[in-house]
């Protein structure tokens, strides 16, 4: 079995519609020019605590959540105008494989994405899959720390573009 892949792409069905939540949401960050943060999501523990980590983070200014979902698979919506329109998109993926990133890469130029493998930032659960193996508390304190070491180096980072703008 093979362990690499070629880039390859996937067919999605069409949708009607939007979410209204999501486009009124959406329509509100645009405005505020808040900077989209997306993430890793799903029943494996890493995925979780990148999860748990963005949501940590998008409470910080100027930061809010992006739905991954909606971004890249309701391509006419209000949240998709927002990530691609966005001078800087914040990528918090659970491990190595970077699934969620190798899909914004094509969806917005690279140059505007922050990437951050949050697994490098707590290494513990790697011989695990299963969330629930990890007990919640711990899994909110471990994102809580991975947060806590993305925050600061987040805020350096806007406020040096904020000073490329201007200076």
């Given at each position: 079995m093979s362990t690499a892949t070629k880039d390859f792409t996937l067919q999605v069905d069409g949708v009607k519609g939007v979410c209204p939540a999501g486009e009124a949401w959406a329509e509100d960050k645009i405005l505020r020019k808040k900077i989209p943060v997306l993430s890793c999501e799903g029943p494996c523990i890493r995925g979780e605590i990148a999860r748990l980590a963005a949501n940590r983070v998008a409470k910080e200014e100027p930061f809010a959540r992006a739905c991954y979902a909606e971004t890249f698979l309701v391509p006419y919506s209000s949240m998709t105008r927002w990530v691609k329109?966005?001078?800087?998109?914040v990528m918090i993926d659970g491990c190595f494989l970077n699934c969620l990133g190798r899909v914004l890469n094509n969806f917005v130029d690279e140059k505007k994405i922050i990437h951050i493998d949050a697994l490098q930032l707590y290494k513990k659960?790697?011989?695990?899959f299963d969330m629930d193996d990890v007990p919640e508390a711990e899994r909110i304190a471990t994102a809580e720390q991975v947060a806590g070491k993305i925050i600061p180096n987040l805020r350096d980072i806007v406020a040096?573009?904020?000073n490329d703008d201007y200076g």
């Open positions: 329109e966005a001078d800087t998109v659960y790697t011989d695990l040096s573009e904020k």
